[in-house]
């Protein structure tokens, strides 16, 4: 929304020529130059000297001018709003001036839109950009100020109330909250629960607009903030003070009766369709170049509604049909108002299913049955067939990922990831034939069942003849090779799989074939995206570990030396994005080998990739390198992977008895290198810091992975930040079958190792600058 201008100097007042507005003019005494004021105008707005409002010239000056150009009138009206913006002024006035300007601009908004649109192409400039150009939209500084008003921001609240003050408060509110250093907290909104209760569906979900960044982590604006180190930090300063005041809104919102559900209702109500593709696409490529705000849409959406409303009353008194223009608002607007309005409850629903409500949302959602609704929505909404350069907007190139439809999808995808991650709901995903599926799967494999499939009400799952995991497979195998959208399904599909490892949930996706799909893309494609590789390789890993008919899939697969070398640089390309597939293979070789099956003995003699991860000089050229892309002071989510994988392979060196063997060749390596004693003193830092890290009490993170308890929950919920052991250094590290001899404590026995390397290379000291040996 616009806002009146702050005050200029004082040398700009009315009647005064500047030098700037002498410049306009063509000198001193000169007649104007055609196109030399927008020019100038646009060209102070971008530099901030010269001109740059309307106070800067004359009234006459603007008026003559004005007729010719055919500006509305606007500039006079800035002009004299800005007269009397000041302390102690007459504000009735300033709002008898708003009052003029306000048609003005939504006349012509709502024109554009509607078949009366093409009028308003034939101006030259329209009214919204002779509103900005001379000095109409003045925002940072006014909310910024606003912003340093607690007490006010609380009150705005309370105008919500009204649905005529509605939008333009909740404008404004988000406008301060992007601004504010410190968040609100919802708790001293005075009747909070009332004032949502009493929100229809079309408020709310603007609401959701306030709530995104009110539930949401206030970023800090280091560069160094996503490192572990200033996590630990962050967190030891956040144990001292209690509840973020994210966390404490998140609570208050949960704490509204009907709350969730009525979110859940917002995200699944359906849309009518009678609108085409190719038609929608092109009003959509008309109008969105500029209205790119939900809560213009619906102030258009209202005025149309109120319109409607009154010309219906007046047809009923007169006996007489009639309609108007402006209240035939185009379908493809009506599915975008809805979209918007999704994109907003989504977030908001992701966010509280990542708090620390997360199980009671997680019950109150599956309640609501938003799965089974999200999944009727999918086709004709979620993903619907389009063209990729149709949605290209000005300004924007075909990678941009601005467009409502484009974020609504990956919104969407989050969401899955969210709910499936490391909880039993995960399969309300499916409907009653795929749970069956599984079941039987289970039966003829002569396993028991998993628990959480046979606690699953049926009646919350999807219906119809596809559950949404089914779909989204789908739609995943038809993606183009560079998609974004490819790293946001993958991540989606392998929160799936996260958790216990299960064997029945893994064949489900094999018999679609996923893993053919997968290989297709590193190997065939020979895909380019780092984040989309991640992706992939994680899900590779989840999909393969442990399971002997994954990796005899594989080996039919990648069934020529040439493959299995595109393959092997794609992984030795970025350790940092392959890792979780060198540690899943290097856990399921260990488990293969203890193993008595001639199913598996066969996989072991044929598999080149089995083949390949138990050579000795590959797992040390592999721990070479994870040790030395890493340490303490580069440490992030993302990266600690890397030191994770690197302490699988020396868990089962150690179950072997060949810690010591390995540590030496490590240091052999780095004589051989250049730099003795940077890499094992590198590694005895990053252990440290491992212990520190994940010994935390609130930690919530357990074995990484073990042949009778795989991986459970890691920092923030994803497969590369889950450490290793909370038992580290009381407990050991689960590596055996169930009832075998328990190791000793890994890292103490790893630091006690180092320490007997001392007198040759090792000694504690602070981390210096990785030496790295990979690609990246």
């Not at 509204?256 to 209702?265: A, D, Q, S």
């Not at 559950?467 to 399904?489: H, I, Y």
């Not at 069934?559 to 640089?569: E, I, P």
């Amino acid at each position: 929304m616009a806002a009146a201008p702050v005050a200029a100097g004082s040398g700009a007042g009315r009647g005064r020529r500047s030098a700037a507005t002498v410049a306009a003019w063509g000198g001193w005494g000169g007649r104007p130059r055609p196109g030399n004021i927008l020019l100038q105008l646009r060209q102070g707005q971008l530099t901030g000297r010269g001109l740059v409002r309307a106070v800067q010239f004359t009234e006459t000056f603007l008026m003559e001018r004005d007729k010719q150009s055919k500006w509305s009138g606007i500039p006079q009206l800035l002009l004299k709003l800005h007269t009397t913006s000041h302390l102690h002024s007459d504000f009735v006035e300033c709002q008898n001036i708003l009052k003029e300007i306000s048609p003005l601009l939504s006349m012509e908004a709502m024109a554009f839109v509607t078949e009366e649109r093409k009028l308003t192409q034939e101006t030259t400039y329209p009214n919204t950009y002779i509103f900005d150009l001379f000095g109409g939209v003045d925002t940072e500084g006014v909310t910024k100020r606003l912003a340093e008003k607690n007490d006010f921001v609380i009150f705005l609240f309370t105008l919500m109330t009204s649905k005529k003050t509605f939008l333009q408060t909740a404008t404004l509110i988000e406008d301060i909250l992007g601004v504010k250093k410190e968040m609100i907290r919802l708790d001293e909104v005075p009747n909070l629960s009332s004032l949502v209760s009493n929100f229809d569906q079309q408020q709310l979900a603007n609401f959701c607009r306030i709530l995104a960044v009110t539930i949401s982590e206030m970023d800090t604006g280091n560069d160094d903030k996503h490192t572990l180190l200033a996590k630990n930090a962050q967190q030891k300063k956040s144990l001292s003070l209690g509840p973020s005041a994210a966390e404490i809104n998140q609570a208050a919102l949960l704490s509204i009766p009907g709350f969730v559900e009525r979110l859940c209702k917002l995200a699944t109500r359906k849309v009518s369709e009678s609108t085409g593709t190719a038609s929608f696409l092109q009003e959509l490529e008309e109008w969105y170049t500029w209205l790119d705000n939900a809560l213009v849409l619906d102030a258009l959406m209202r005025v149309a509604n109120e319109e409607s409303e009154h010309n219906q009353g007046a047809s009923e008194e007169n006996g007489l049909p009639h309609t108007s223009a402006r209240t035939q608002l185009p379908q493809s607007m009506k599915i975008m108002h809805e979209i918007m309005y999704k994109l907003e409850v989504l977030y908001v629903l992701c966010v509280l299913l990542m708090g620390r409500q997360r199980n009671q949302v997680h019950r109150m959602i599956a309640e609501f049955k938003l799965i089974p609704g999200l999944n009727n929505l999918f086709d004709k909404l979620i993903w619907r067939k389009h063209s990729a350069s149709a949605l290209v907007l000005h300004g924007h190139n075909q990678n941009c990922d601005c467009s409502p439809d484009i974020t609504l999808k990956i919104q969407f995808l989050r969401l899955l990831q969210s709910f499936s991650d490391h909880h039993e709901n995960k399969y309300l995903l499916l409907n009653n034939q795929e749970l069956n599926e599984l079941s039987a799967i289970s039966l003829k494999a002569n396993i028991p069942e998993v628990e959480a499939v046979l606690n699953t009400d049926r009646s919350l799952v999807c219906d119809g003849k596809r559950g949404l995991l089914t779909r989204l497979l789908q739609v995943m195998k038809k993606e183009p090779a560079e998609s974004s959208f490819r790293f946001w399904q993958a991540r989606a599909v392998e929160s799936f799989l996260r958790g216990t490892t299960s064997y029945a949930d893994q064949m489900f996706l094999l018999k679609r074939g996923l893993l053919e799909h997968i290989l297709y893309c590193i190997v065939d494609s020979e895909c380019k995206s780092r984040d989309v590789l991640q992706s992939y390789f994680d899900l590779l890993g989840e999909l393969m570990k442990f399971n002997v008919d994954a990796f005899k899939r594989f080996n039919k697969y990648i069934n020529t030396d040439a493959k299995f070398q595109v393959f092997l640089k794609q992984i030795n390309s970025s350790l940092v994005d392959s890792n979780m597939l060198v540690r899943c293979v290097t856990l399921s070789l260990d488990r293969f080998e203890n193993q008595v099956d001639m199913k598996v003995a066969e996989v072991l003699s044929e598999c080149r990739l089995l083949a390949y991860i138990s050579q000795v000089p590959t797992q040390m050229s592999f721990l070479f390198r994870l040790i030395n892309i890493i340490h303490v002071q580069t440490l992030t989510q993302e990266n600690v992977s890397c030191l994770n994988t690197s302490l699988v392979i020396l868990m089962l060196a150690r179950r072997k008895e060949r810690l010591p063997l390995y540590l030496r060749l490590l240091q052999r390596m780095e004589h051989s290198k250049k730099y003795p004693g940077f890499l094992l003193n590198n590694f005895h830092n990053l252990l440290r810091f491992w212990q520190q890290h994940y010994l935390h009490k609130d930690k919530d993170s357990t074995c990484l992975e073990n042949v009778s308890a795989p991986p459970l929950k890691g920092v923030m919920g994803g497969p590369r930040t889950q450490g290793l052991s909370e038992g580290c250094p009381g407990a050991g590290l689960d590596l055996g079958p169930p009832g075998a001899p328990q190791p000793l404590p890994l890292c103490p026995e790893l630091l006690h190792q180092l320490l007997i390397l001392e007198g040759d290379s090792v000694h504690p000291v602070e981390p210096g600058p990785a030496v790295t040996l990979c690609s990246r």
